[in-house]
């Protein structure tokens, strides 16, 4: 018997428009291929057009540096000033960026003379002409794939697209975009990319000095910081995109890896990746958006969402579990009756449904076959809605009756 998905809770303020699913086809019948890194274990998009898509079209992952989307920028408040749209921040604020700035350049070996002198340049005041110069010239360097580059200014003129008033993402420095936008590692080049800050940061940010003025001193400046800000994939995430949906490629020291080879290399970074990515999968495909690290606060594996986060609060609170087919054998998460009390007492104070979902395995399905994606045909995915029983609830019902 399956589960009765009951109708998902809508957000009461939507922002934002459910664009088109992946995998997005080009004009040609080409089926758009992105690209992921996996670094230490954590599987990352770096290239800043396909972040944007791929959590868009989808919400796939979760930005480094922000709670879910990757739009985290020096300051969440903007301005206009003089006809330029900039990001606002303190006195305060921005010599506490100056001071991470240094910190990031001694610690790659300047000398401190050397950092006074580049910081003497970069906290000069600068006349709003010369900022307004320096932006035109910027919006005619981007580079071949319409990608932001390193120079790129933080200035918008129009106002009527939210969107466009965020600040540009600048690249990593030993990656090459060629001009059909597939990024490509340097050869020349053998470190992994960088990712932490990179001074002195391109741009400009409007800071706010206090005084006795009502509103304060507005000067703009160059701002000290360029925080770059990746998509961090769960590795179920990753492998939809690359067996189911065939529209991501994932490299590992700069060599693509095949579906074989990540679904090894996965099934040995995680012993439950198997059972985790078959719910995953079945999710996916009956339309929800599972999300992993959200469920993490819960004490489940993921978080079911109607459409994606933005629409709808999470519905669904999964818990994965692996059986064979009689329902016995060892568990991946051995509860105790308290411990799974507490469990359903949380997913209720949270408006949830707690829900075990069982990833069954046939007698017959041998261990050898496991190690192919195959495997995924012959599994059975079998769902249950826990619900608390409260007495005094019960007895209420009953009277009613």
Same mark, same amino acid.
């Given at each position: 018997?399956?589960?009765?998905?009951?109708?998902?809770?809508?957000?009461?303020?939507?922002?934002?428009?459910?664009?088109?699913?992946?995998?997005?086809?080009?004009?040609?019948?080409?089926?758009?291929?992105?690209?992921?890194?996996?670094?230490?274990?954590?599987?990352?998009?770096?290239?800043?057009?396909?972040?944007?898509?791929?959590?868009?079209?989808?919400?796939?992952?979760?930005?480094?540096?922000?709670?879910?989307?990757?739009?985290?920028?020096?300051?969440?408040?903007?301005?206009?000033? @003089?006809? *330029?749209? %900039?990001?606002?921040?303190?006195?305060?604020?921005?010599?506490?960026? /100056? !001071?991470?700035?240094?910190?990031? &350049?001694?610690?790659?070996?300047?000398?401190?003379e050397a950092v006074d002198q580049i910081f003497h340049k970069l906290t000069q005041k600068l006349e709003i002409e010369d900022v307004k110069s320096e932006l035109?010239?910027?919006?005619?360097?981007?580079?071949?794939?319409?990608?932001?580059?390193?120079?790129?200014?933080?200035?918008r003129e129009s106002e009527a697209e939210p969107e466009a008033k965020r600040p540009c993402r600048s690249d990593i420095q030993?990656?090459?975009?060629?001009?059909?936008?597939?990024?490509?590692?340097?050869?020349?080049?053998?470190?992994?990319?960088?990712?932490?800050?990179?001074?002195?940061?391109?741009?400009?940010?409007?800071?706010?000095?206090?005084?006795?003025?009502?509103?304060?001193?507005?000067?703009?400046?160059?701002?000290?910081?360029?925080?770059? @800000?990746? *998509?961090? %994939?769960?590795?179920?995430?990753?492998?939809?995109?690359?067996?189911? /949906? !065939?529209?991501?490629?994932?490299? &590992?020291?700069?060599?693509p890896q095949s579906v074989i080879q990540l679904w090894r290399r996965f099934r040995s970074l995680r012993p439950d990746f198997t059972s985790s990515y078959a719910a995953y999968h079945h999710f996916r495909s009956r339309g929800w958006v599972p999300k992993g690290g959200s469920g993490a606060k819960y004490g489940v594996d993921f978080m079911l969402y109607r459409k994606g986060p933005p629409f709808y609060h999470a519905s669904y609170s999964v818990v994965v579990e692996q059986t064979d087919d009689e329902f016995r054998g060892s568990t991946l998460r051995p509860f105790s009756w308290r411990s799974f009390a507490a469990l359903s007492r949380i997913t209720a104070s949270v408006s949830k449904e707690l829900m075990l979902c069982y990833i069954v395995y046939p007698g017959e399905l041998l261990k050898e076959e496991l190690d192919s994606p195959v495997c995924l045909s012959k599994l059975k995915v079998q769902e249950v809605i826990i619900s608390r029983w409260v007495s005094s609830k019960e007895r209420a019902e009953q009277d009613d009756d």
């Open positions: 018997m399956q589960a009765d998905f009951r109708a998902p809770r809508r957000r009461a303020r939507v922002y934002e428009e459910l664009e088109a699913p992946l995998p997005v086809i080009r004009s040609a019948g080409e089926k758009c291929v992105y690209r992921a890194e996996l670094i230490n274990q954590h599987v990352l998009v770096c290239h800043p057009d396909h972040v944007r898509k791929i959590h868009n079209q989808g919400y796939f992952g979760k930005g480094i540096l922000s709670r879910a989307r990757p739009d985290h920028s020096i300051s969440e408040k903007w301005e206009d000033f @003089e006809d *330029l749209y %900039l990001p606002v921040v303190s006195q305060a604020r921005y010599e506490e960026l /100056l !001071g991470w700035a240094k910190a990031s &350049l001694c610690a790659q070996g300047m000398s401190a035109r010239e910027a919006e005619g360097a981007k580079t071949e794939d319409g990608v932001c580059d390193n120079t790129k200014s933080l200035g030993d990656l090459n975009f060629d001009q059909n936008s597939e990024p490509s590692f340097d050869s020349d080049q053998d470190s992994e990319p960088d990712l932490g800050f990179q001074v002195p940061g391109p741009g400009f940010v409007l800071v706010v000095s206090e005084n006795q003025n009502e509103g304060g001193v507005r000067e703009v400046k160059r701002s000290p910081l360029s925080l770059t @800000e990746y *998509l961090q %994939l769960s590795l179920e995430e990753a492998f939809f995109l690359v067996y189911s /949906l !065939g529209c991501l490629s994932v490299y &590992l020291d700069q060599e």
